[in-house]
């Protein structure tokens, strides 16, 4: 236990307890070198590169037998976000997380609590010093404003600066031609429904195979996302309760996680079929995180926590619960380095909630103006609530068929032009692009890359909004503006407007529809493709752009409807 004073205020000390990592063979050196007050980080002997976090092979030679050295503890503050929501019971709000990075090596950063600083001296560039804190076997490296030092110029390296060339088509077809989407569906979508999840799944999945008029014996393929990895609140359990419930006995099944993001499973569907496996493979994917929220707060659910293991090893102890948190700080980087502010974002989250409105399936269709935007609370800066995507209850389901039995489908099919999944960067959220969300960038250049078509023949995008600035890195990443450049290109919030240049996820995005987590973007694509959205129908829509994830990873497909 330790006491922590809140960035800003004048209260007493708050006791907090924090969750503690979980050291593994790789990390128990780092979580404990702190005993002599020396923070260690690994260096290869063979080019002197520092590797963070810890592996066994160096980053830039990618040598064996790398050592614990010793480090000044000095650092750098690169981005950093104040959190004000209570994710933890033991770790009361307001407190700073940020990424600062070693003198020694600017590339060797660390996700970390700022301590001893009041907010309003919070910025990008000043200098800090590491103060460990003990929990038992284990010794936090947190930082604190170091004043022997001068500010320093923070110099991120743009997107993708060194990133490797994207590969050339490897064929004279690609396999986007051989497939079509053909059908899709969705389930009943809401607040805290407490309906079981395998439901949900199940009626999307038949509402798709009724929309592309096939049968359940038709579908010979299944794939889903995240499979039985996660929280449960993020997925039906995966394939086994679907396939059961559904009767299904496929020749092939997806279930996973690692894809390049929730749209990974529809493209490991794409592939399935292009290559002869399959010839309709249903993809689904299902939420239940407001009923699994409300649950664990009613104690109907036991999610009593160990200690923090994988992604949030180096995360959770410093009470980084949340994409918000992680993501906020990305977003602090970017304003530091392109100047813009909180009307860039405030402008997604006030056009989207426009377009919500005449949508009559999303969450929030009410209005707000940007006096409403910026008087909403804080959730970690730069990040109020309508920054935040909404948590639901909902399943979605899509049908990938052989592109040859299109013409038999009752409905128009829509076809794939190119996808993007290429990994240009390291698959993280503190070691690779700052500046903007990481795992965007790579595969939209992939995308581009496997086609003709252009950024300006793009009639609506269906980008990733799972916090407004998820959209401003997919709008620059793609090419629609350059880098630091979405504030004059959104003008305003004219040019997402459904009759503006780009009209952006006209069903009100995961902001306002709520979060059915990468699907619901397909989902709509899929609808304005066909002429079928009603009151918030984009005049005239052949060519679609939709992003899903981001982050580590995420993954880019361009629709058309000829």
Known sequence: MTSSTSPGSDAEPVPIVRPLPQPTLASERFWTSGADGVLRILRCPACGSRTHPPTPRCRTCHGPGLEWEPVSGRAVVLGFTVNHQQWLRDMPPPYVVAVVALVEDPAVRLTTNLVGVEAEDLRVGMPVRVRFEQS??????????DPERADACVDVPEPLAAAPAVPALLSAQK???????TGVGQSEVGRRLMVDPVELAVSACEAAVADAG???ADIDGISTYPGRSGSPGMSEGGVPPVVEALGLRPTWINGAGDTPGQAGAIIAAMLAVSS??????????TVWEASFASMVRDGRWDATAGRATGIMEERAPYGAMSAANWIGIHASQYFHRYGADRSLLGTVAVSTRAHAGRNPEAIYRDPITMADYYAARMVTTPFGLYDCDVPVDGAVAVIVSAVETAADRPRPAILVDAVGTHVSERLSWDQGTLTHEPQTWGPARHLWSRTTLRPDDVDLALLYDGFTFNAVSWLEALGFCGPGEATGFVDGGRALALDGALPLNPHGGQLSAGRLHGF???REAMIQLRGQAGERQVADSKVAVVTTGGGAPGSALLLRTS
């Open 136 to 145: 038992g076997d284990v010794h936090l490296p947190l930082f604190e404003p």
């Open 520 to 522: 619901g973007y397909v």
């Open 214 to 216: 096939l049968t359940m």
């Open 276 to 285: 002869g496996l399959c010839r309709h493979v249903l993809c689904v994917r």
């Open 175 to 181: 396999f986007e031609e051989r497939v079509a989407l």
